[in-house]
């Protein structure tokens, strides 16, 4: 084989390569350019609603006057809520599954059926939550059962990043504390758990962005149209924003009057979601900094 075919052979891999870089970062263009369009299109039509009055007051006079603060407060239980019932769960069944199960044809099928329910629509754990939570356990509708429902549907991402988490820490650790006279557990609870951490936040970042943004788990399990006051039992109703603002589009009467509060309603509920997720990611943050300290 000649000098001039290697050098054809490696300016066509060459050629390859460019093009293929062009792609992913055209890719990576349009998804930028999408992302600061919806921003900025929400931003526009929405900004000019949000004042004191707006984030303090319920809504009023058919939901044309007033604020969002039932709303807001209800979002804010339904995630926390349901984040606190799925972290426990999740976490506890990706160890077991990451440390304890026997590999094989039984372990598939399980991770076959999480895999699963993480593509299940969301509208289909809203009928779950309320024939099981609601009819079943005679929750009723309820902060109780929305966030239980919610719990439920997060779920499968807890356990999916949980266990990578738990797979990506290196064996060499499992080791040396077995080899210094550690249990299993102990090894668990005090060596892989802690190393493993900051990832396993990122799960509950991503299930936490999840529970508080959708609408039809809770349309049927724990939002209303409209309540004054704020909750103060996991077994009232409360208000929710992704509901208030289907709610807003699909059945208010007074569209003119009612879409900037549509738009008002989704930027404070992209801002919840974000605020709440850069806690989470400065707590990741802090935690691997302590650990590689």
Request: aromatic share 10%; with cysteine; glycine share 10%.
């Amino acid at each position: 084989m000649d000098i001039s075919t290697d050098g054809r052979r490696l300016k066509r891999r060459q050629a390859a390569q460019k093009a293929f870089f062009s792609v992913f970062r055209l890719a990576a263009v349009i998804n930028a350019a999408a992302l600061i369009v919806v921003g900025f299109f929400i931003i526009a039509r929405g900004a000019g609603s949000i004042n004191w009055e707006f984030l303090t007051r319920a809504p009023y006079n058919s939901m044309t006057k007033g604020g969002i603060m039932p709303c807001i407060v209800g979002t804010f239980y339904l995630a926390a809520g349901a984040l606190l019932f799925a972290m426990p769960v999740g976490v506890a069944a990706a160890i077991y599954m990451n440390e304890y199960a026997v590999k094989g044809r039984l372990l598939r099928v399980i991770r076959f059926g999480i895999n699963t329910l993480a593509g299940v629509p969301s509208i289909v754990f809203g009928l779950f939550g309320l024939a099981f939570f609601c009819i079943v356990l005679k929750f009723g509708v309820s902060l109780l059962a929305g966030c239980l429902t919610l719990g439920v549907m997060t779920l499968p991402v807890i356990i999916g990043t949980t266990e990578e988490a738990l797979k990506a820490v290196p064996d060499t650790y499992r080791e040396a504390s077995l080899g210094l006279g550690a249990t299993k557990w102990q090894t668990i609870y005090r060596v892989v758990i802690p190393a493993a951490i900051p990832e396993i936040l990122t799960g509950a970042i991503l299930g936490l962005g999840r529970a508080a943004g959708e609408t039809a788990p809770i349309m049927f399990t724990a939002a209303v149209f409209y309540t004054p006051i704020l909750p103060t039992s996991i077994f009232d109703k409360v208000m929710a924003l992704p509901y208030h603002i289907y709610a807003l589009a699909t059945e208010g009467r007074e569209i003119a009057v009612t879409g900037p509060l549509q738009y008002g309603s989704a930027l404070v509920l992209i801002v919840l979601v974000c605020g709440m997720n850069l806690f989470a990611i400065i707590t990741r943050a802090r935690l691997r900094r302590k650990l590689k300290g």
